[in-house]
């Protein structure tokens, strides 16, 4: 399948499935901000029960049998995912040293009513050392390799869940593949997100977010992860 029939294909297995989307969504919503609430353990959570979501899903909107290797999905998706949770937590720690040398608690900012008063209280003492500053590049160059590993283990990740992949290993050529169908999917999809979101704004930005939020849970969370099992099928 070329990539409009693969997008057509999992949207229209969505909205023929739309309970198990629905229950799908949500619980992958719920692994997804565990991964970045909790440090280090929410990148194991995501990790060990993200492929056994999946594998419940698709067999139940395909009517496939897959018999998936847990383990090495396990592991494809540990690795990046604990970068990623490594390098968030050493920013967060940085930032936090810089607000106790600020002198200000977490109440204190909660009590600050708007930027400006926050830049008139906290900025003029503000002083970042070439520690704070060498923990943030190196956060941000942590997260930045996870991600690069998670684009490398890609056809791993969603091989293993398939059952068409037993070991971890980078398929260069496979996975690139795979993110770019993923990549075009969420630049057309975000953008779509946007307009729509926007339309429901002018009534009350509230509902614009929550629609944009009811939206991204059925449909389009799901849909592209059919869409990365889908391609890795054929490939």
Do not use: C
């Amino acid at each position: 399948m070329g990539l409009l029939e693969t997008y057509k294909k999992s949207f229209d297995l969505v909205k023929n499935h739309i309970v198990h989307s629905i229950i799908y969504g949500i619980i992958f919503y719920i692994l997804w901000n565990l991964l970045f609430l909790i440090p280090i353990v929410g990148a194991i959570i995501y990790s060990y029960f993200y492929p056994r979501l999946t594998k419940w899903y698709y067999t139940k909107v395909t009517g496939e049998s897959i018999n998936p290797d847990y383990k090495t999905a396990f592991l494809s998706l540990l690795i990046p995912n604990l970068l990623t949770s490594i390098g968030i937590t050493i920013i967060l720690l940085v930032l936090i040293s810089i607000l106790i040398k600020l002198g200000l608690t977490f109440t204190d900012i909660l009590n600050i009513s708007n930027h400006q008063q926050l830049m008139s209280t906290g900025l003029p003492n503000l002083s970042i050392s070439l520690y704070d500053l060498l923990g943030i590049i190196i956060g941000v160059l942590i997260m930045i390799i996870g991600g690069i590993m998670w684009i490398l283990l890609l056809y791993s990740i969603y091989g293993s869940i398939l059952g068409k992949v037993n070991k971890l290993s980078i398929y260069f050529e496979k996975s690139l593949i795979l993110f770019a169908y993923w990549l075009v999917f969420y630049i057309v999809t975000d953008i779509i997100l946007y307009i729509i979101g926007g339309i429901f704004s002018l009534v009350s930005p509230l509902l614009g977010s929550i629609i944009v939020i009811i939206l991204s849970l059925i449909f389009v969370n799901p849909a592209s992860n059919l869409i990365l099992l889908l391609k890795a099928e054929e490939l």
